[in-house]
């Protein structure tokens, strides 16, 4: 599992970040000032860190020589939109950086975009049995492999790093289709019930009245 550790002092803007990060399947870890988070970075290894630069005790700047060593990607989150800012950020090492106030999906895209550059998406999930390699895409059960379609294979990641979440029909279409969703459901459900069938998930995959579906592991 990717860990990621998300240094800001803000509580709401880090939680936020969390709940949505949790979301996406990443481990996440939170620190509220500069010196929790050099604590929690010389004890745990993280795959990435998102940095706040105006932080309490020990400010982002400061903070990142001390993760530099590490090689340890970084994401600033910074309030100021002044460019100096930005340029002195990467130039002490930050791999990208983001501007106060974002949209969460631009921040997650962001989190993806590097940690692919970094090569460390490399995600394998296990769940009820099933091994999902979202490299070399392939799934497989009891040691089988199970063949999906491009499709199907995407909506069993979209379900997996959402299990046991209820993710409306307008979400789950749009992330596997990438446009946008215009009520038709019948694409969908088909999907669903061929993934139900190929891996036998008849009872893990549940209909949720209303909104969608649901992953119960
Ligand atoms: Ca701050």
Known sequence: MIKIL????????????????????YECSQAYDGR???DLIEKHKYDLILLDIMLPIIDGYELLEYI???NTPVIFITARSGVSDRIKGLRLGADDYIVKPFQVGELIARVEAL??????STTEYSILGVEINTESRTVKKDGKEIELTLKEFDLLVELVRNKNVAMYRERLYERV??????GE???LDSHIGRLRKKLDWEDHIK????VGYRLEV
Do not use: C
Request: no cysteine.
């Open 6 to 25: 998300i240094v800001e002092d803000e509580k709401p803007i880090s939680n936020l970040i969390y709940i949505n990060l949790r979301d996406e399947g």
């Open 36 to 38: 929790e988070a050099a």
């Open 68 to 70: 530099r060593p590490t």
């Open 115 to 120: 940690l692919r550059r970094m090569g460390k």
């Open 177 to 182: 289709w990438n446009e946008p969703f215009m």
């Open 185 to 187: 459901t019948r694409t």
């Open 207 to 210: 209909t949720v009245f209303r």
